[in-house]
C-alpha cells in the first residue's frame, strides 16, 4: 500500500512576509494590510508587508505581479470578484483589483455605490485566511472576528480558484 506525500509550507510569524509590487494599487495594498493584521494576530507576531522578497522568509505575493505571472495566473482571464490561491515554496494570492479606488475612502463614504470596485484579491486573503487559519467574519469589529492562534500554519499545496456562478 503506498500512501501519497501531502506537501505544504509552513507558515509563523517569524518566516512569512506578505510582498506586494511596488506599483500596487491601494486596493491591493488594503488586501496587504488586511492579511497582515489577520494573520499576525492568529501567529502571535507581527507578519511584515515587503515590495521585494527576503531571503530565508517565505513570501506570500498578493495582486497581478511578477509571481502570479510565474506561477501561470491570468488575472485579465478572471472574473470579477474572482480570485485564485496558488501554494508552492510561495504563496500567491490575486485576483482583480481596481487601480482608481482607495478602498478606506469607500469604506469612510459609506453607501452601496461606493463599494461598487473590484478587490478580487481581496476576497482571495479573506478566503486564505477563513479556510488556512481558521479566521470567522461575522460582523466587523473585534466582537464580530474570530482570529484563532496557531503556532504554525500548515497550507498545503496545490491552487484553488473561485469565480462568481453570476456574473
Excluded at 82 to 90: N, Q, S
Excluded at 106 to 115: F, H
Excluded at 117 to 142: H, K, S
Amino acid at each position: 500500500m503506498m500512501f501519497g506525500l501531502v506537501l505544504s509550507v509552513v507558515l509563523t510569524a517569524t518566516n512569512a512576509e506578505i510582498v506586494i509590487e511596488h506599483s500596487a494599487p491601494k486596493t491591493t495594498r488594503f488586501a496587504a494590510q488586511e492579511l497582515s493584521t489577520f494573520l499576525s494576530a492568529c501567529l502571535g507576531g507581527t507578519v511584515p508587508v515587503a515590495e521585494v522578497p527576503t531571503n530565508g522568509k517565505t513570501p506570500i505575493f498578493l495582486g497581478d505581479s511578477a509571481a502570479c505571472r510565474e506561477a501561470g495566473i491570468d488575472v485579465a482571464a478572471l472574473k470579477r470578484d474572482g480570485f485564485v490561491i496558488d501554494v508552492g515554496e510561495r504563496i500567491v494570492i490575486a485576483g482583480k483589483d481596481d487601480a482608481k479606488v482607495d478602498p478606506m475612502e469607500a469604506i469612510l463614504k459609506g453607501g452601496v455605490w461606493s463599494q461598487m470596485y473590484e478587490r478580487g484579491t481581496l476576497f482571495g486573503v479573506y478566503e486564505f485566511l477563513e479556510r488556512f487559519a481558521g479566521c470567522r467574519f461575522y460582523f466587523p469589529g473585534e466582537l464580530g472576528t474570530i482570529t484563532p492562534r496557531h503556532r504554525t500554519l500548515d497550507v498545503p499545496d496545490g491552487r484553488i480558484s473561485e469565480s462568481p456562478a453570476y456574473d
